[in-house]
């Protein structure tokens, strides 16, 4: 079974700090993503990269940086945590586009509190 | 850019009754097409996929869904829902040549005993 494991479910930061959220996959997935969940807002895309040292924005990264030096690991990194920013966040990995891209495959969340 | 929309934020249905949840794309190009689940405190996990071939796709859990083009649509069914269905679900989008795959908002699920 595909794995991907995000280093904490919980986590609880103060306004400023610098807070990094970390996600490891176990299928040599060459796509991986960041995105937030909020009540009433669904998934939004924060970033993907799709390959190592390559990143793309999604449809919010303000306020947000990210880094894949590993394929396997894919860091998402609140420069200067905010209120604003408490969440849920979910990290996937998914295969490179063989012609098809087939399914993503979801960790199991970190609920990021920023007091 | 490509877009989804689920039209119901909620939808309470009694047990064994069917069910349909809506699901409406834009894209101007050829799509990929996913619906999810959550269950409660879980993460998310695939319940069916449209990729190619028949536009109906059967999924787990005994879900279907139906991929209509000229109307934009990815509908999902269950004929007859159980008190474990009860979950939010999301509907997505991944557009041909394009690796973002981007979700609507969500449909929670109410199954009324």
């Known amino acids: 079974d595909v794995k991907v494991t995000q280093s904490s479910r919980y986590l609880v930061k103060r306004t400023g700090e610098k807070v990094f959220l970390e996600c490891v996959q176990d299928m040599d997935h060459e796509n991986m993503f960041w995105y937030r969940q909020d009540p009433g807002l669904g998934l939004r895309l924060i970033y993907f990269?799709?390959?190592?040292?390559?990143?793309e924005k999604g449809d919010i990264p303000e306020g947000y940086s990210v880094s894949r030096e590993k394929k396997e690991r894919f860091s998402l990194i609140l420069e200067s945590a905010s209120t604003n920013q408490t969440s849920m966040y979910l990290c996937?990995?998914?295969?490179?586009?063989?012609?098809?891209?087939?399914?993503?495959?979801f960790g199991q969340g970190t609920r990021l509190t920023v007091v | 850019a490509q877009s989804v929309t689920q039209l119901d934020s909620q939808v309470p249905v009694f047990e064994e009754a069917p069910v349909e949840l809506r699901c409406n794309y834009s894209s101007s190009v050829s799509v990929y097409l996913f619906w999810y689940v959550q269950y409660p405190n879980q993460g998310l996990q695939l319940l069916l996929k449209y990729l190619s071939g028949s536009t109906l796709v059967k999924g787990i859990n005994g879900f279907e869904a139906e991929f209509n083009k000229s109307q934009t649509s990815f509908h999902l069914r269950k004929p007859s829902v159980h008190i474990s269905d009860t979950a939010e679900y999301f509907c997505?989008?991944?557009?041909?040549?394009?690796?973002?795959?981007?979700f609507g908002k969500g449909t929670r699920l109410h199954i009324l005993p």
């Open positions: 996937a990995s998914s295969p490179l586009r063989l012609g098809v891209l087939t399914e993503a495959f």
């Open positions: 997505a989008v991944s557009e041909s040549g394009d690796d973002k795959i981007i």
């Open positions: 990269s799709y390959d190592v040292k390559m990143k």
